[in-house]
């Protein structure tokens, strides 16, 4: 059985930096694409960064291209994403997400992280 | 970038009625296209990918058409578990993109 579990999330204030990880188990991490998705309180969902199977490519939203960093540890089974310049719009629940094979639509999604942005 | 427009943003169904979500995109994304329900207080679940593709273990209720620009979710019988928002979802290319949001009510 697929198990993702975020941590590091918390408050920080504005113009800091967090970083957050993901413990994967129960699958093949280094054969497969692995995303960060966010969601706002309240609000839809937002894709935020991919990184593929051997972290060799890494792609990113817009409004975080720039300030956060997407990596991952094969050796470890760990996805970790670092974020700087933090403010309030990155304010959300931030989840860690296994893509299916073939493409980024996301089959297993962890509980999330919540990070807050706020003096 | 891609923007990916759902429509309605809600709706209301009785339960065993037929509902349709819909999805365009602003530019040709092939068959690219996710489908997931997001239940309140939830994670997302994937339903359909490759436009038209169930994921495992989803209910045969739900299924998926189109290609390029434009996509549809139905729902065959709504049943009061599939109170939810549904969310529609571009992978062809980055910036990967999500649609706003579908929310479905029983009336």
């Known amino acids: 059985e697929v198990h993702l579990v975020e941590s590091g999330g918390g408050l920080v204030q504005p113009g800091g930096s967090l970083r957050l990880s993901c413990a994967a188990s129960g699958f093949s991490f280094s054969s497969y694409t692995m995303g960060w998705v966010r969601q706002a309180p309240g609000k839809g969902l937002e894709w935020v960064s991919d990184i593929s199977e051997s972290g060799g490519r890494t792609y990113y939203a817009d409004p975080v291209k720039g300030r956060f960093t997407i990596s991952r540890d094969n050796s470890k089974n760990t996805l970790d994403l670092q974020m700087s310049s933090l403010g309030a719009a990155d304010t959300a629940v931030y989840y860690c997400a296994k893509a299916l094979s073939g493409g980024s639509s996301y089959s297993d999604w962890g509980q999330g992280t919540l990070v807050t942005v706020s003096s | 970038d891609i923007q990916m427009t759902q429509s309605p943003s809600s709706l209301s169904a009785s339960v065993g009625d037929r509902v349709t979500v819909t999805c365009r995109a602003s530019q040709g994304i092939r068959n690219y296209l996710a489908w997931y329900q997001q239940k309140p207080g939830k994670v997302p679940k994937l339903l359909i990918y490759?436009?038209?593709t169930p994921q495992s273990g989803v209910p045969s209720r739900f299924s998926g058409s189109g290609s390029e620009t434009d996509f549809t979710l139905t729902i065959n019988s709504l049943q009061p578990e599939d109170v939810a928002t549904y969310y529609c979802?571009?992978?062809?290319?980055?910036?990967?993109?999500f649609g706003g949001g579908t929310k479905v009510e029983i009336k």
């Open positions: 490759a436009a038209s």
């Open positions: 979802q571009n992978y062809d290319n980055a910036p990967l993109t």
